[in-house]
């Protein structure tokens, strides 16, 4: 279990039930639903007897290394170890780092798509600032497109996402192995990917209707717009704060130039006190130089104002 999004803040730090559940990020193909729900029940059966994970798809993920903790990073699934199955008893509408004892999920997982999110760049950076042990990258179809490979599992070591390399890809902190795996589901071929124990074998699939599982489709497509609209809200909310702070800014730097005018008017008045006050000085001197030279004159015996 690894903890590391514990750093204090001051902002406020809302409860889960303020916060909306995911994105609303509209999936480009029913894979990117099928294929976390599938592992969710997977693993439901096979830890049906363990109460202490938790394994979210399409759900906001809320932490506090980024500039706002409101604003999520929704991962098609992730799962986290030592936590309550259900919150308090109830079912979670988001998981939000702060109120699940700090407890960092181990395992994040993201599909790519058709429009390509940043599973490669932006991401990942977001998920090693978190500090989620592995990161899972799917690219069953576009891996050529973006030059990478169809499957991708990071490890995070020394604070850097490390690749691995060993098939099907062993996660000792979680018991479990990840890999691709093709065979028939619901009367269909395809590749999903499937879970693997410590001998390398696949785990098998559970029974799942292909209402269960359209269900589940629609439920995560509703919390992806709820999460959207709140996701929008909270960005105009930063865009207004942002044009507060400009606003503010200006009418500081209005009343600082108004006192640099008035600063530099009061110099003038100033200066031109000192200079009235010199030819103050030069004209007393001069007046008093002047009666001077009259008191002499008349010490001679003469008029000053009537020299010969």
């Known amino acids: 279990m690894l903890i590391t999004d514990q750093q204090p803040h001051r902002l406020h730090l809302p409860s889960p039930e303020e916060l909306p559940c995911s994105d609303d990020t509209p999936v480009d193909n029913e894979d990117q639903n099928l294929l976390p729900n599938l592992l969710l029940a997977t693993l439901s059966r096979i830890w049906q007897h363990r109460q202490d994970w938790f394994f979210g798809v399409d759900m906001a993920l809320y932490h506090t290394t980024g500039d706002n903790p409101r604003i999520p990073i929704v991962p098609d699934a992730f799962l986290s170890l030592g936590v309550e199955r259900k919150k308090e008893g109830k079912s979670r509408r988001s998981y939000a780092i702060w109120a699940e004892g700090g407890v960092v999920p181990l395992l994040a997982l993201e599909l790519v798509s058709y429009t390509a999110r940043g599973e490669y760049d932006h991401k990942l950076d977001i998920y090693r600032q978190m500090g989620v042990l592995y990161y899972v990258v799917y690219n069953p179809e576009f891996w050529q497109r973006d030059h990478h490979d169809p499957?991708?599992?990071?490890r995070l070591e020394g604070g850097v996402y490390q690749r691995q390399t060993e098939r099907p890809f062993w996660m000792p902190e979680i018991g479990l192995g990840i890999?691709?795996?093709?065979?028939?589901?619901?009367?269909?071929?395809?590749?999903?990917?499937?879970?693997?124990?410590?001998?390398?074998?696949?785990?098998?699939?559970?029974?799942?209707?292909?209402?269960?599982?359209?269900?589940?489709?629609?439920?995560?497509?509703?919390?992806?717009?709820?999460?959207?609209?709140?996701?929008?809200?909270?960005?105009?909310?930063?865009?207004?704060?942002?044009q507060e702070r400009l606003r503010a800014e200006q009418e500081q730097q209005r009343a600082e130039q108004e006192q640099q005018r008035a600063e530099q008017e009061q110099q003038r008045a100033e200066q031109e006190q000192q200079r009235a006050e010199q030819e103050r000085q030069r004209a007393t001197a001069a007046e008093e130089q002047t009666q001077k030279l009259a008191d002499y004159l008349r010490s001679l015996g003469l008029d000053p104002h009537n020299l010969p």
């Open 151 to 154: 499957l991708e599992v990071y």
């Open 179 to 242: 890999d691709r795996h093709t065979q028939t589901y619901l009367g269909t071929e395809q590749e999903l990917l499937m879970w693997f124990d410590a001998t390398q074998q696949v785990y098998a699939l559970p029974e799942v209707s292909r209402e269960e599982l359209l269900g589940a489709q629609r439920q995560a497509e509703r919390e992806r717009r709820r999460a959207e609209r709140a996701r929008l809200r909270a960005e105009q909310e930063r865009l207004r704060a942002e």
